[in-house]
C-alpha cells in the first residue's frame, strides 16, 4: 500500500453500455443525445461517446461478452444545457421514461430512462 496521498479527480474513468442490437443501439444514442458518436474500424465493437480530454467517456459495447441488463448498475449522462430536450427524444427512439424529472439538492435534475436495448441509464444536468 503506497503512503503517498493520490488526488483523485473523478471516480468514473470509463463506462460501456451493453448493446444487443448495436446499430439499434448507435441510433438510439445518437438521436436522443443529438450528437454522433465516434466508430471507428479500430473499435469494430465500440461507439465512443464525444468528450474533451481530460474529461470522461465511455461507448456502447456489442459482442458475446456484453449482454444488456435493465437492474445493473446506473451510470448517468451529462445532458447539461439540454436535460428538457433528451428527454423528449427518449420515446421516439425506442426508449421509455422510467423516472421522470426531479431535482437533487445540491446535484441538479436527474431522470432514469430505459435505452433501445433494455439498459437502465440516469441522464443529469448540474442547471
Same mark, same amino acid.
Given at each position: 500500500?503506497?503512503?503517498?496521498?493520490?488526488?483523485?479527480?473523478?471516480?468514473?474513468?470509463?463506462?460501456?453500455i451493453p448493446a444487443a442490437d448495436f446499430p439499434r443501439a448507435i441510433r438510439f444514442y445518437e438521436t436522443v443525445l443529438g450528437t454522433a458518436l465516434i466508430h471507428e474500424a479500430a473499435w469494430p465493437n465500440l461507439a465512443i461517446f464525444p468528450?474533451?480530454?481530460? #474529461?470522461?467517456?465511455?461507448? =456502447?459495447?456489442?459482442? /458475446?461478452?456484453?449482454?444488456?441488463?435493465?437492474?445493473?448498475?446506473?451510470?448517468?449522462?451529462?445532458?447539461?444545457?439540454?436535460f428538457d430536450a433528451v428527454l423528449s427524444r427518449v420515446e421516439d427512439a425506442g426508449g421509455a421514461i422510467l423516472e421522470p424529472k426531479s431535482h437533487?439538492?445540491?446535484? #441538479?435534475?436527474?431522470?432514469? =430512462?430505459?435505452?433501445? /436495448?433494455?439498459?437502465r441509464i440516469g441522464v443529469h444536468s448540474a442547471a
Open positions: 500500500m503506497s503512503t503517498a496521498q493520490e488526488t483523485v479527480t473523478s471516480t468514473i474513468t470509463w463506462f460501456e468528450y474533451q480530454r481530460p #474529461g470522461i467517456s465511455g461507448a =456502447i459495447a456489442y459482442g /458475446e461478452d456484453f449482454r444488456p441488463a435493465g437492474d445493473g448498475t446506473i451510470i448517468y449522462l451529462n445532458c447539461n444545457g439540454r437533487l439538492p445540491g446535484v #441538479g435534475w436527474v431522470a432514469q =430512462i430505459r435505452d433501445s /436495448e433494455g439498459n
